[in-house]
């Protein structure tokens, strides 16, 4: 077979270079679940929609794991120092005041 010939003697149509699907209808996400799992290990999040809105994203652990450790930090300043584990280790937090010094002027 010569190539770009099929055997009917036709041109063969080049097929189209597809880019990454990132988006899955429901329907085809529950019938290609291997894939869908595969592609959100080696290319990232994959969105599921339903209905033509976006519904849910399958996404590695890794991933999910990192954005709720972001999701746990304390939201302020006081809260960290106060679950911080040298809170309730006896350092001394305490000085004396300083007024400060004279200057002759």
Do not use: H
């Not at 290609?32 to 990232?44: C, L, M, N």
């Amino acid at each position: 077979m010569t190539k770009g010939v099929s055997r009917g003697g036709g041109k063969q149509a080049a097929a189209p270079v597809a880019a990454p699907k990132t988006r899955w209808q429901l329907q085809t996400a529950k019938a290609r679940f291997s894939e869908v799992f595969r592609r959100a290990r080696s290319e990232g999040p994959q969105w599921i929609t339903r209905q033509e809105k976006e519904a849910v994203v399958l996404l590695p652990a890794e991933e999910f794991e990192n954005l709720t450790a972001r999701a746990r930090q304390p939201l302020s300043l006081v809260q960290f120092f106060a679950e911080s584990p040298l809170a309730k280790s006896g350092i001394k937090l305490k000085r004396q005041r300083d007024y400060g010094r004279e200057v002759d002027l």
